[in-house]
Each structure stands twice: as structure tokens, then as C-alpha cells.
């Protein structure tokens, strides 16, 4: 059994990450690579729910601009362990909808604090083989989200997303996959991206 490869797919909300990751994995199970989609989501659908349940307008009212942060990076932190601990030790390609980096950029575009201390605790995770940026204009980003109404996003709040991630240190490194092409582009770019990880052409 190999030590599994970890695939991260990143980019802001409605860039495509979650649709084109789980294909992905589809896709490679098709051609008979083990292979399985898991996601780095902070439960921000989940936490505004019980707070228009009791009355609070979303998450970070009802958790605070301190509170909802630490909960948000620590459901993410576990996500990531998971993620880790499943590719490792199955021997499988997990394709990894968001990484660390996500938090980062999203708590930074927010004005929150504590990016320093988050970044401490998620430096337990080792980087990914391949981390695949879905490059989007916020724009498009922003009808696409509105599209599959399930939440909304602010164009400003887009744009300092994707002002954030091209700010990261690590995003030299990163994959870029044209994210406003057709989908069937996009998924042909992330099948020959992660081609060179798996040794799969």
C-alpha cells in the first residue's frame, strides 16, 4: 500500500472547487484509481442556522467576532487531520476540497484576528502533492453562488478573497486552472495536473 497522495483544490466561493473535486474523484475511480473527495468546510450554512434559530442574524453574531473564528478553524483543523490520516494510511488519492490556506485568506479578508496563532496550529500539517487553484473573476464567482442559492456573497468580499490568496506566500506554488472556462476545460486542466502526481497520463 503507497502513502497516498493529497490533491487540494482551492479558490473562492463559487469558483468551482466542490463541483470539480467531486468529479475528479469520479473520474479517477473510473480509471480504476482509489480515490476519494473530502471536504474542509467551516459549517458556515450550518452555524448561521442555529443562529437564525435563536434569533441571531448568522454565525458570527451568535459566536462573536473571537468565538467564531476559533470555531470555524478548529472544525477545519479536524477536517484537514482527517484527510490526512485517510490518504496516509489508505494508500488513496484524496482530493481535498479547500486547505489550510482557505482559512487563512477567508479570516484575513474578514478582518479577524488570530491569523498568526491559526497558522501555528495548522503548520502540524504537511503540504499537499498538488494544490490546484481555480482562478475565477468575482464576478462570475458571484453569479455562480447566487445561482445555486444556497448563500450569498458580496463582490467586494470576492475580490479580497482572491486579492488574498494571490498575497499568499505559498500561492507561486500552487497549480493556476482557468475557473471561468467551460467545466469540461476545467476538469481536462485538473485531470493533466494531477496526472503528475499519480503517474497516471
Not at 94 to 123: E, F, H, N, P, S
Request: aromatic share 8%; with cysteine.
Amino acid at each position: 500500500m503507497g502513502r497516498g497522495v493529497v490533491v487540494a483544490v482551492v479558490g473562492v466561493d463559487g469558483s468551482g472547487k466542490s463541483t470539480q473535486a467531486k468529479r475528479l474523484v469520479g473520474r479517477l475511480r473510473e480509471a480504476g484509481v482509489p480515490a476519494v473527495y473530502l471536504e474542509n468546510a467551516g459549517g458556515r450554512p450550518l452555524w448561521n442556522r442555529l443562529a437564525q434559530a435563536v434569533g441571531r442574524r448568522d454565525g458570527v453574531h451568535l459566536f462573536g467576532r473571537r468565538g467564531y473564528p476559533a470555531l470555524e478553524a478548529t472544525v477545519r483543523w479536524l477536517a484537514l487531520a482527517r484527510a490526512v490520516a485517510v490518504t496516509r494510511l489508505t494508500g488513496r488519492v484524496g482530493v481535498m476540497d479547500r486547505w489550510t490556506w482557505c482559512q487563512y485568506v477567508i479570516m484575513q479578508a474578514r478582518g479577524d484576528r488570530g491569523i498568526r496563532l491559526v497558522r501555528a496550529a495548522y503548520a502540524f500539517f504537511p503540504r499537499p502533492d498538488l494544490a490546484c487553484f481555480l482562478a475565477v473573476t468575482p464576478e462570475l464567482a458571484r453569479r455562480r453562488v447566487l445561482a445555486r442559492g444556497i448563500d450569498t456573497e458580496e463582490l467586494a468580499h470576492l475580490t479580497a478573497l482572491d486579492t488574498g490568496y494571490r498575497a499568499l506566500p505559498e500561492f507561486g506554488s500552487f497549480t493556476l486552472i482557468d475557473g471561468n472556462a467551460d467545466p469540461a476545460t476545467v476538469a481536462g486542466a485538473l485531470d493533466r495536473a494531477v496526472a503528475t502526481v499519480t503517474g497516471r497520463r
